[in-house]
């Protein structure tokens, strides 16, 4: 396990490479991204639950805590590089190198975000794209610019699922640009 920890703690060093890519100074790191996407789903799921959807949270907190993690072994791959790589099977062969052949629930986790399987999973992937929106806002609020692009992420949220019980987050997300 110790092994497996010090993997993770990877995630803290590795800076988001879209924001640095765009001259973002200092941008956040892959472990940062991944606690504020787990906090958004945390109060997400909770909500959910509240207004009668049936949410596992805490299967989708395991899912918000696992869904970069292969990222400890092939970088935060931009939308560029994706060109050239094929993300999707690098990150499940990371994914099986880290977590080995006894922890294939958390596996099973990984791949529900990423095929959007389940509700936890879809529920994660929504934190991730309001987390990526929010974490523009931020930068642009900074004085960073050129940042267009991952606001094209409110799209998504607006096609989710998710959005009728979000609206107002997402719209007053989108105002504030």
């Known amino acids: ?16 490479m879209g924001w640095l890519l765009r001259g973002v100074q200092s941008p956040e790191s892959v472990a940062e991204h991944t606690f504020r996407v787990a906090f958004i789903t945390l109060f997400l ?5 509240k207004r009668g959807m049936e949410i596992n949270v805490e299967k989708a907190l395991k899912i918000a805590i696992l869904h970069d993690l292969a990222e400890a ?15 999707k099977k690098a990150e499940r062969k990371a994914m099986v190198d880290i977590l ?17 399987k ?6 994660v992937k929504f934190a991730d794209k309001l987390e990526m929106v929010l974490q523009a806002w931020e930068y642009e609020k900074a004085g960073s610019k ?6 094209e992420a409110l799209e998504y949220l607006k096609k989710s699922e998710f959005y009728p019980y979000f609206k107002e987050l997402v719209d007053e997300l989108e105002r504030l640009r």
């Not at 799921?45 to 639950?49: A, Q, V, Y």
């Not at 080995?100 to 959007?116: D, P, S």
């Open 1 to 16: 396990m110790l092994n497996l920890f010090a993997e993770a703690g990877k995630l803290k060093k590795l800076p988001r």
């Open 45 to 49: 799921g909770d909500e959910l639950r």
């Open 73 to 87: 072994r092939i970088t935060d791959l931009p939308l560029e590089a994706q060109k050239y790589v094929d993300k």
């Open 100 to 116: 080995g052949a006894e922890r294939v629930e958390y596996f099973k986790l990984f791949q529900e975000y990423e095929e959007e």
């Open 118 to 123: 389940s509700p936890e999973g879809r529920l």
């Open 146 to 151: 050129g940042l267009e692009e991952f606001w």
